[in-house]
């Protein structure tokens, strides 16, 4: 069975930080593109942060210089730092796993940035 399963959203205030782990297992990972998506009530799924299977990563404007995603293919974890949080950047969190095959989600992880 296939499973990516996501932790670490929670409530913090703008400004504070976050670690967004995902556990994979069922694949083999070090084949995959790993990414990171949101989706806020309302609102399209966007992608904010990939990371190719060569290592080479990606960010969109909205979040670049506050997030960093970073991956470990010997545990099979992909994670997602967060840092500068903005009420923005309120959503839930999914995590993606992607080849020319296959595209597995978790179930999501939400973050809530309140004062």
């Known amino acids: 069975q296939v499973r990516l399963v996501e932790s670490g959203g929670d409530l913090v205030q703008p400004g504070g930080s976050l670690r967004l782990s995902c556990a994979v297992s069922?694949?083999?990972?070090?084949?995959?593109?790993m990414s990171w998506y949101r989706q806020a009530p309302g609102k399209q799924r966007e992608l904010v942060a990939r990371?190719?299977?060569?290592?080479?990563?990606t960010y969109p404007d909205s979040v670049k210089g506050r997030f960093t995603i970073s991956r470990d293919n010997a545990e099979n974890m992909v994670y997602l730092q967060m840092n500068s949080l903005e009420p923005e950047d309120t959503a839930v969190y999914y995590c993606?796993?992607?080849?020319?095959?296959?595209?597995?989600w978790g179930q999501g992880t939400q973050v809530t940035v309140s004062s």
């Open positions: 993606n796993a992607n080849n020319a095959q296959n595209d597995y």
């Open positions: 069922g694949i083999t990972f070090s084949l995959y593109t």
């Open positions: 990371a190719a299977r060569i290592g080479r990563t």
